[in-house]
């Protein structure tokens, strides 16, 4: 039968652990815009794909040194992905306004994914566009570990535990866990409903930069960058 020896658990492992990070940053968001606004926002997997587009685009065309071409990217991605946040909430707004069902929100942000990732499909084509970076490994023995997917690995540690103290300890994060809890006693206090909601999505949607930058420049980005995240994860 097959046998699986300690080496290659071990380096398994490691690559499954590179992997989680990136599925932990898009679950984070995601779960911060449905605790807030129990919209079950499947289109969420849109702001994977602007940030890895717009740091590709940013990248692409900056003739400048690679780090302050990263640096550029991230923030050019961060302007983006809030950009893209704040437009979907206002969409859901409006939604919200007209008293729609969860399902036909569910119908909205499934239509959304499915178009937005045709159009980057159409204006970019169905290959992946490369970076042309290189990828650098750190060699532990017999283990190999990706450079890039272990600064994805600690950057995921610190945002999650910067998400917690801000959670907890911050009057906008208290303001959230509230309405996640009980939006009309949330009303009652004074809390303003659709700005929270507005900052869910900005936040959920910013929280997944890291992520899509580092896995574009390993993989390179492509129009169902995006989509595969809620297919498979």
Known sequence: GFCITMELFIQLSIVGIEVASIYILVALGFSIIYNTTHEFHIAHALS???????????YAHLHTPFLTKLVFAFIGSFIATVIYGFFVNGIYMFLRIYHASILQKFIFSLGLLIT?????????GVYSLQWGTTDIS?????????????????LTTIIAILLILFLRNTNIGYQLRAVS???????????????????????????????AIVEAMETGSDPFTGLRIPLVG
């Open 48 to 58: 994977y794909t602007i940030a890895s587009y717009t740091a590709y685009l940013i």
């Open 116 to 124: 937005v990732t045709s159009i980057f499909e159409i204006t970019f």
């Open 138 to 154: 750190i060699s532990l023995g017999s283990f190999i570990i990706s450079y890039n997917y272990l600064i994805l690995f600690i």
């Open 181 to 211: 809890s009980n939006i009309e006693l949330s009303r009652n206090m004074g809390i303003n409903i659709p700005r929270i909601y507005t900052l869910a999505y900005i936040l959920g949607s910013t929280v997944v930069v890291p992520a």
